[in-house]
């Protein structure tokens, strides 16, 4: 069966997911700090938005004006889109405090009130005509609270997919942990995406992985990833072998690399998300 795709056009990563995430899926993506998170998932919006995909992001840590400075630092320009209504923030963050935020369209005032939050996230999605949505990060959401983690998890998505988006999650975990955000959370998502950031012999080496991704077939290495001034991009025909404390980025095999390019041509040919028509479930 042929799966509509979401392609994030981050260079390397259609690769290695065999085309794009499978439409409405909600992927954790998750790491430590300083691993690349918010900067895939600012990526995988303005991509959206470049190519007609209208895009909602859920700030939670960082001030909405903060959120819009770091999209500028990679020179992805998303105000021109938030004039024209293809693409809003929501304010999860002050409060409603300050007068920067009295500005804010879309604002949550009690940010740990997940019916709150998710009935501001279904205007904004209605109001944008959205397809993508980035939340970062869910782990606020229930850092203090590890009970309600899987029923927040569960009622972002029934929004989410239910309105026809498909989103990022950013799940934040220690240095070292090697979970990606408790076990409520990981079997709740459709798939998940982890970034890493490793020292070895005085280095630190970024790498990415494809932990699980429901209805798809996906790269099952450890890939290289670098972080430039255009974003991210990841080494998807190469990996990242580790022996003790010696890494080696070493070539894929040509079956596998061949297979890829395949899967990625295939899923450029189909349609794309703004002509498919989605059918949205009103509730
Ligand atoms: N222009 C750039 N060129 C290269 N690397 C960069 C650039 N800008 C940022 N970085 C790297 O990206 C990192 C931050 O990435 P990001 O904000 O996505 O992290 P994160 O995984 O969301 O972390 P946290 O959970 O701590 O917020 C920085 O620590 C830095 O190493």
Redesign the pocket.
Known sequence: MVVPRVRTYIPGLDEILYGGIPERSIVL?S????????????QFLYNGLKRGEAGVFVAL?EHPVAVRR?FR??GWDISQYEREGKFAVVDAFTGGVGAAAQRERYVVKQVDDVHELSDVLRQAIKEVDARRVVI??VSTLYLTKPAVARGTIMTLKRVIAGLGCTAFF?S?ISVGERGFGGPGVEHAVDGIIR?D?DEFDGRLYRSVIVWKMRDTKHSMMRHPM????TGIEILWDKFLKVSGSVVRVEPLSKEEVEAMKRAVEEAEKRPSPVQRKIEVEEE
């Open positions: 993506l790491g430590g700090p300083g691993t690349g998170k918010s900067i895939m998932a600012k840590e770091s630092h990679f970062d990060s950013v934040q970034l950031l670098e972080i430039k001034d």
